[in-house]
């Protein structure tokens, strides 16, 4: 008798070069639970990667529209929902309806070339329509592909990946956070600080 034969399995997903890292410090109720942070695949989206990363190190000045810094430090992640993401980066209103990129207000879909095949990948939240790019990003908990040319994947959770999954549980399916999650600090890793985090 001919034994089963197993099925095929798609290719492992490939994510492209990590150009930049950078780290978001994230409490819970004013409580430090640790650190995520995130590779950047700067050669593939090169503007939504910059975008980000001067958002992360509040260097990029006040919002041409908003007047505000343009950082995320102190800012809410506002949007949970449990098997699908968390969401943040509205600096400005703190509840999803603001934000602001560096280059003032929204900016376009560089590419969709990244697809959402596997989770703890970081995408840029929309305005709920093509080319509407601000400062708000979520991280997927699950693989999301029916968001595949829909929203830009411009990076991938490296370190704190158990981070994620504790804010994951605070969440609810309207997307209400049952206890206050803020980004505490964030900013840019230079290399030497990535080679001697690597040694450990």
Not at 7 to 27: F, N, Q
Not at 35 to 41: E, P
Not at 115 to 126: G, P, T
Request: include cysteine.
């Amino acid at each position: 008798m001919k034994m089963a034969e197993r099925p095929l399995m798609g290719p492992k997903p490939t994510l492209p070069k990590i150009t930049d890292t950078v780290y978001l410090d994230i409490s819970v109720d004013e409580k430090p639970v640790g650190r995520i942070v995130v590779g950047l695949f700067g050669e593939v989206v090169p503007k939504t990667v910059e975008n980000f990363k001067r958002l992360c190190a509040c260097d990029a000045g006040k919002g041409k529209l908003s007047g505000m810094d343009l950082c995320y430090r102190n800012t809410a992640i506002h949007r949970i929902i449990p098997n699908f993401m968390i969401q943040g980066g509205d600096f400005t209103h703190q509840n999803g309806i603001g934000g602001e990129s560096i280059y003032g207000g929204k900016f376009e879909d560089e590419s969709f070339e990244i697809l959402h095949n596997k989770k703890y990948l970081v995408s840029m939240a929309n305005a709920g329509g093509p080319n509407t790019n601000g400062s708000q990003f979520f991280i997927n908990t699950v693989k999301t592909s029916w968001l595949d040319g829909k929203h830009v994947v411009f990076g991938t959770v490296l370190e704190g990946q158990g981070v994620v999954d504790e804010l994951e549980h605070l969440g609810t399916n309207s997307g209400v956070t049952r206890k206050d999650v803020v980004i505490v600090d964030s900013g840019v890793l230079k290399e030497e600080t990535k080679k001697i985090s690597s040694w450990f």
